[in-house]
T-cell receptor, first 112, second 111 residues
Framework: SQTIHQWPATLVQPVGSPLSLECTVE??????LYWYRQAAGRGLQLLFY??????ISSEVPQNLSASRPQDRQFILSSKKLLLSDSGFYLC???????????FGPGTRLTVT | GQQVMQIPQYQHVQEGEDFTTYCNSS?????IQWYKQRPGGHPVFLIQ?????EVKKQKRLTFQFGEAKKNSSLHITATQTTDVGTYFC???????????FGSGTQLTVLP
């Protein structure tokens, strides 16, 4: 069966520090991968999606970037965090664009 | 671009009462999906509806897809405290190659 991992579970970082969040998927090949951000009590904001190694589509211009160095690995990064980057970051995978998405456990990021 | 709206945003019910959330898309959807997010957790896929007018049931949950494939509803009969969470609908956005999620309905069940 397929599983999706995210780490760390929680993170507290000062403003201006770098960020690296990692997501890995097991049990499937060539998945579509997604990064979402969710503010407290709010909906899901799609940040990036990827259909293959090295292929990244950005949905929201900001100081975040994403990379997909391996088929089942998706990384979210920032060179300098802003206070507004705080939130719940969720990685998800799907077999196709119209199919259901499966979410990882998420990372709660607090920028102080 | 495509918009998916959900109402209500919040719903408080007494345990045992019924609950319904509604989802409306600005465009025709090839399918509609429903997810549940427990407090502090991540969204979990519940179901996908594909056919016009389709109705599916999961125990006390009934999902409907409208005839025009632009709206959907989730009805919970006799809510329980385990039903607490936020329910999201989502539909493929066609050319944008992604799912568009509704804003969610946050359900609170009072014991």
């Amino acid at each position: 069966s397929q599983t999706i991992h995210q780490w760390p579970a929680t993170l507290v970082q000062p403003v201006g520090s770098p960020l690296s969040l990692e997501c890995t998927v097991e049990g499937t090949s060539n998945p579509n991968l997604y990064w979402y951000r969710q503010a407290a009590g709010r909906g899901l904001q799609l940040l990036f999606y990827s259909v293959g190694i090295g292929q990244i589509s950005s949905e929201v211009p900001q100081n975040l970037s994403a990379s997909r160095p391996q088929d089942r690995q998706f990384i979210l990064s920032s060179k300098k965090l802003l206070l507004s980057d705080s939130g719940f970051y969720l990685c998800a995978w799907s077999a196709g664009f119209e199919g259901e998405q499966y979410f990882g456990p998420g990372t709660r990021l607090t920028v102080t | 671009g495509q918009q998916v709206m959900q109402i209500p945003q919040y719903q408080h019910v007494q345990e045992g009462e019924d609950f319904t959330t509604y989802c409306n898309s600005s465009t025709t959807l090839s399918n509609i999906q429903w997810y549940k997010q427990r407090p502090g957790g991540h969204p979990v896929f519940l179901i996908q509806l594909v056919k016009s007018g389709e109705v599916k049931k999961q125990k006390r949950l009934t999902f409907q897809f409208g005839e025009a494939k632009k709206n959907s509803s989730l009805h919970i009969t006799a809510t329980q405290t385990t039903d607490v969470g936020t329910y999201f609908c989502a539909g493929p956005s066609g050319s944008a190659r992604q799912l568009t999620f509704g804003s969610g309905t946050q359900l609170t069940v009072l014991p």
